[in-house]
């Protein structure tokens, strides 16, 4: 069934790409926008005026996820292999490091944080890893797209071929049994477990479903370096920046800050909220997360509207990255 469901997303994803190539990027003004609407409801989203009040902010129905009795997971008592070990020290470590940043504060460890925060969060998980190339939502030249994935790599995200294939699986299965985060299996599962059980992880993802970027050689380059660039080239650039504490800041608590935001969109948009649009999955609109995570909090929009570059759609859910995007492309990017 996963399988079948990623060849049917990979098919998807191949003739978006396709048409984009014949298209310039679309401007989501909003005569496009409910042009898209009417189109995605011949598809089955259907729009709920006002949001779906059975799944409200801490409504009953959203709260039973916190518990595992929905396919329910042995998980601390499975066999653990020695990636989930490594992974699991590796976030040990850098949790740790996180916490001895508040002892070292500086103003200039505080920015390193801050727009490292912009640069890998913003510019290269949400706009890079998201929105170009897992779905193909806009184009750009190489060089530009390449600079985009490159500060994904920094988030200490894995490299963008592991990370586009698990999420275009977690399109192609949402919230079933073969997605490979999601809250049914129990909050913690879908927020961070699920990075912990590689073997309960990856026997679900089909890799031939990132073979687009499995074709460049870049994206190869950085799969076999991966380590280097997450890990050695910024604690040692933020070392010779400003010592200690820059390495604290910048890198510690950046990486451990960007991953439960991105980690949230998994667990919490999933979990509490409210739907403007019937899915068919528990995707939710989520305002905080909206806010920390640029843009990516409007979940259940994104849901409806996968390959769509602008997320908030209506007035009150501000697309945060769209506006860049547009920008960049009339400068001639």
Same mark, same amino acid.
């Given at each position: 069934m996963a399988a079948l469901a990623m060849r049917k997303y990979s098919r998807v994803a191949r003739a978006a790409e396709a048409k984009a190539k014949k298209q310039p990027l679309r401007d989501m003004t909003a005569p496009e926008t409910a042009d898209a609407i009417r189109e995605d409801r011949k598809k089955g989203a259907k729009r709920v005026r006002g949001g779906s009040k059975g799944q409200r902010f801490f409504s009953v129905r959203n709260r039973k996820f916190w518990n595992f009795t929905n396919w329910p997971r042995t998980y601390w008592a499975r066999k653990w292999e020695k990636k989930d070990f490594f992974y699991a020290a590796i976030f040990g470590l850098i949790h740790a490091g996180a916490c001895l940043a508040p002892f070292h504060f500086t103003w200039k460890a505080f920015a390193c944080f801050f727009f490292g925060y912009v640069l890998t969060g913003m510019f290269g998980i949400t706009l890079s890893y998201h929105r170009q190339l897992a779905h193909l939502s806009f184009k750009?030249?190489?060089?530009?797209?390449?600079?985009?994935?490159?500060?994904?790599?920094? !988030?200490?995200?894995?490299?963008?071929?592991?990370?586009?294939?698990?999420?275009?699986?977690?399109?192609?299965?949402?919230?079933? !049994?073969?997605?490979?985060?999601?809250?049914?299996?129990?909050?913690?599962?879908?927020?961070?477990?699920?990075?912990?059980?590689?073997?309960?992880?990856?026997?679900?993802?089909?890799?031939?479903?990132?073979?687009?970027?499995?074709?460049?050689?870049?994206? %190869?380059?950085?799969?076999?370096?991966?380590?280097?660039? !997450?890990?050695?080239?910024?604690?040692?650039?933020?070392?010779?920046?400003?010592?200690?504490?820059?390495?604290?800041?910048?890198?510690?608590?950046?990486?451990?800050?960007?991953?439960?935001?991105?980690?949230?969109?998994?667990?919490?948009?999933?979990?509490?909220?409210?739907?403007?649009?019937?899915?068919?999955?528990?995707?939710?609109?989520?305002?905080?997360?909206?806010?920390? !995570?640029?843009?990516?909090?409007?979940?259940?929009?994104?849901?409806?509207?996968?390959?769509?570059? %602008?997320?908030?759609?209506?007035?009150?859910?501000?697309?945060?990255?769209?506006?860049?995007?547009? %920008?960049?492309?009339?400068?001639?990017?």
């Open positions: 750009s030249p190489k060089i530009v797209e390449y600079f985009l994935a490159y500060c994904g790599c920094l !988030a200490v995200q894995s490299h963008p071929i592991n990370w586009v294939s698990s999420h275009r699986h977690h399109h192609g299965a949402t919230d079933t !049994a073969n997605d490979v985060h999601s809250p049914k299996d129990g909050f913690w599962w879908a927020h961070a477990g699920w990075l912990l059980d590689q073997k309960g992880t990856w026997m679900r993802v089909d890799r031939s479903n990132a073979d687009d970027l499995n074709k460049q050689w870049f994206y %190869r380059f950085l799969a076999k370096t991966y380590p280097i660039h !997450a890990l050695v080239l910024p604690i040692v650039g933020l070392y010779l920046f400003g010592g200690l504490p820059c390495v604290l800041w910048g890198f510690f608590a950046r990486v451990v800050w960007t991953w439960h935001v991105t980690w949230a969109v998994n667990s919490v948009s999933h979990v509490w909220g409210f739907q403007d649009w019937n899915t068919g999955d528990i995707s939710m609109n989520n305002w905080l997360i909206g806010i920390l !995570a640029f843009g990516e909090g409007w979940h259940n929009n994104h849901h409806a509207f996968e390959t769509s570059c %602008r997320h908030g759609l209506w007035l009150g859910k501000p697309p945060v990255r769209y506006p860049l995007i547009y %920008r960049v492309h009339k400068v001639g990017f």
